[in-house]
């Protein structure tokens, strides 16, 4: 098998687990959203240690540790990725499996608006026009729900912002996973300690198998993360782009198929202004992108001594 074929197999396989992750957080129950975070933390460390022993990586951390900078930049991380956990397992276990689709389906938009603000990038005119057809869908569901979506919109600028600070930091997905749920164990321990003492912990209280799927949230959770590794190092971004929305199509049909969701009218016709944002903004990268390569090609081709 080549590489790419093995990227896509990679990456159809990091989406899946995204995609079906829903029907695993609800398997979760009695437990509240705090409890599976702060478990889906604990086991993560664990899991993601003993790879990096398995692979005898552990060194890494003695570089890392002289460098302050990018330890500041992986507690940032830390932040957001506990912030994009812990509402998308609250969207999940309050029945708002839709909006936490939303969520991801607006954050390839959400990733160009931080692109504008934050780096200050230029946008050509057909992304003004998916951000624009974006916004109406936010003004459309807003109308809808009653209230602006605050989770899928926290889940979108949450994860929009970790993957900023992730492509600055430049770590390999097990070692970033291991620095950054490290730094979130010790309090997610307290908590856990807490929650025991309290007597409302059902870690060990409940079925075994319950257990077991709270330990198993380590393997959940750091699985796809290094999948999608595999995938973003064997794939082009426009491929890897492409399947980014696999994930909150099978979230939505999760929501909708399988835990009866409502889908009034509004909020479908907000889904397909989400849905036709996104198709201007995929063509318009995949033009983009041709258009690149072949001026790559032709200034290839130009003799070095006429240029």
């Not at 990018?70 to 839709?98: F, K, P, Q």
């Not at 230029?122 to 729900?145: E, I, K, M, N, S």
Request: proline content about 5%.
């Amino acid at each position: 098998m080549n590489q790419t074929r093995l990227g896509y197999l990679y990456g159809f396989g990091a989406y899946l687990l995204w995609g079906f992750f829903p029907i695993y957080l609800k398997l979760l129950r009695p437990a509240g959203p705090v409890e599976i975070l702060a478990h889906r933390i604990v086991w993560s460390v664990v899991f993601v240690a003993l790879l990096l022993a398995a692979m005898r990586n552990i060194g890494f951390l003695r570089a890392l540790a002289r460098r302050p900078r990018a330890l500041a930049a992986i507690a940032a991380a830390a932040a957001l990725i506990a912030v994009n956990w812990g509402t998308y397992i609250y969207g999940v276990n309050s029945d708002r499996v839709v909006e936490t689709a939303l969520g991801y389906f607006i954050n390839p938009l959400v990733v160009v608006l931080i692109g504008v603000f934050v780096l200050r990038e230029r946008l050509r005119p057909a992304q003004w026009a998916a951000l624009g057809v974006g916004g109406l869908a936010v003004a459309v569901l807003t109308v809808d729900y009653g209230r602006l979506p605050w989770l899928a919109l926290v889940l979108a600028f949450s994860f929009a912002g970790y993957g900023l600070v992730k492509k600055r930091l430049g770590l390999p997905a097990a070692e970033g996973l291991f620095v950054e749920s490290a730094v979130l164990a010790l309090p997610a321990l307290a908590y856990l300690g807490w929650l025991a003492r309290q007597g409302e912990a059902t870690f060990g209280h409940g079925s075994a198998g319950h257990t077991v799927l709270l330990v198993l949230a380590g393997a959940a959770t750091a699985i796809p993360l290094l999948l999608f590794a595999g995938a973003a190092n064997r794939l082009p971004l426009t491929g890897l782009g492409m399947l980014q929305y696999l994930a909150p199509i099978l979230q939505l049909g999760c929501g909708v198929l399988v835990f009866h969701e409502p889908m009034p009218p509004a909020r479908l016709a907000g889904f397909a202004l989400v849905w036709l944002a996104l198709v201007v903004f995929t063509v318009d990268a995949l033009r983009h992108t041709r258009r690149t390569r072949a001026e790559a090609r032709a200034a290839a081709l130009v003799p070095a001594g006429t240029r």
